[in-house]
């Protein structure tokens, strides 16, 4: 991804060019040496690139150091040129709707285009798919005590960088806080990607009927809930979801679907929700969070015999960084909800991928009215 080339990417052939920006977030990179010499971290050798902050801080000098957003207003939080890379993004937030999650908007564009190549509610972006804060840590992601929201995707970019974010909500947010950390750089590798995020939601899905007795089978997974469908080329990084139980019984026997370059039938069969997640047997061993998987909020209605019972809440994470799913032409995201998509839960979700196209069009983002997540069965 140089400045002049924007062919041919691809994120992971170019992590050194990128001044060691975190894709996997634990890995130890060391530098090649010669036969005899030392092998240093890279962290240890001379780099090249310069190392930048752009902030909410009080431009007078003061400690008013965030920002108010109106009720239907737009901040530019960032802008850059390039070519560059933003490493780490901080946000906290103070605001009196209990809802803001939701309705707060984060977009980020590339290269001066005019849409999107990330458009989701903030909370959901940072994997607090129902509109609560909860703490937790993963590679790419965490939400830190108490409301300090982090994210460590690499993202490049070859002639210009810019995020916003917007108050869909009818109350001021009162103050606005932020920290995005970027590196200048001489050139990107030419292999490098453009980094997505995407929100969906389903509220509730479509359970498909099914007559006493009959089978319940899903070979062409056209009613699935949809993570994300592309065309281009790029690799997924993983998804955040959040599930609101509508119904009694176990909410995770949905297996996962990956369309990759044939829109007819998936390449990738799973086993269940909770199996794709990297859990198992219905999280009954209540809420975990690990470096590339993890079910960090599991609240259940019934908590005294932990019974799935409507009115259960879950927020889940997966990421594959360990082996990231390629697609040449065309990549279809999807997971039933249900077995064979009987139930009809709420999803709310953010898919993650890198895609050589700096943006691509998102369907339109629900209203905000629709994003929100109702906190009593039945309310929704």
Partial sequence: MSSRNLSRRNLFGGLAALGGAAVAATAKTTAHAKPGEYHLPEYALAQDYVS????????????????????????????????????????????????????IVLRIYWDGRDKPSVETPVGDFFGLNLGQYNLYQSAFLNCSSVQALNCYFAMPFARSARITVTNDGEQKVGAFYSNIDYQLVPSLPERGLYFHAQYRQMTPNKAVKFAPGEKKLNLDGKNNYLFLETHGQGHLMGVTLGVLQNHDGWMGEGDDMIFVDDETKPVINGTGLEDYFNGAWGFVGGPFAYL????????????????????????????????????????????????????ADNFYSVAYWYQTEPNIDFPALPPVEDRRVMLKLGEK
């Avoid at 008013?64 to 560059?84: H, L, M, N």
């Avoid at 998987?293 to 019972?309: P, Q, R, S």
């Avoid at 009115?311 to 909800?337: M, Q, S």
Wanted: net charge neutral.
């Fill in 52 to 103: 930048l902050k752009q902030s909410s801080y009080d431009r007078t000098g003061g400690n008013r150091d965030a920002w108010p957003i109106a009720p239907g207003e737009t901040k530019e939080v960032f802008s850059a040129s390039g070519p560059g890379v933003i490493t780490h993004i901080w946000f906290t937030i103070a605001a009196r709707s209990s809802a803001h999650l939701k309705e």
């Fill in 292 to 343: 590339y998987n993890g079910a960090h909020l599991i609240n259940l209605k019934d908590v005294e015999n932990t019974d799935f019972v409507a009115g259960g809440r879950y927020c889940l994470y997966r990421w594959h960084a360990d082996n990231p799913v390629t697609f040449r032409k065309y990549l279809k995201y999807t997971i039933e909800h249900g077995h064979a998509d009987d139930r």
